[in-house]
């Protein structure tokens, strides 16, 4: 089984079984982006804790990729600083525009779309609206 293989297996499951994915009634923030071009409509709500990113969430419709980039979104940035999140982000939107290796090990799936530029959006629409939150907070 090929590598390629392998990550779009992983967006799959992340898409078919979404992690947290749910109710933002008790989110401190929740910020939303949108693609109007494709229909993608993600919200992300965050909630602090000690100074990190106690929960965050998400709520939304969207094709398979943008939900699994979402899934594995709050994943990867569950307690970690504002600051570190914010680079996180950061670092995914360079990696999607020029190249290089992914920021960390856990979003290597996402390379399986990663040279497709129809599908950068749809990537990195959870990963903004993370961004806008905590740029709100």
């Keep these: 089984m090929s590598d390629l293989s392998i990550y779009k297996d992983v967006l799959m499951d992340h898409y078919r079984n979404p992690r947290n994915r749910g109710d933002l009634a008790d989110a401190e923030v929740v910020r939303r982006g949108s693609n109007p071009r494709c229909g993608d409509d993600i919200e992300v709500g965050v909630n602090f ?17 943008c939900l699994a980039s979402a899934s594995m979104m709050t994943e990867a940035v569950t307690g970690k600083s504002q600051q570190d999140a914010r680079q996180l ?24 779309v990663r ?23």
């Design 89 to 112: 982000a950061e670092a995914m939107q360079v990696w999607f525009t020029a190249d290089g290796e992914p920021p960390t090990e856990s979003l290597q799936a996402l390379a399986a």
């Design 49 to 65: 804790a000690d100074g990190r990113l106690g929960r965050v969430k998400f709520r939304g419709r969207g094709c398979s990729v």
């Design 115 to 137: 040279g497709s530029s129809a599908r950068k959006r749809c990537v990195l629409l959870a990963w903004e609206a993370l961004d806008d939150a905590l740029a709100a907070a």
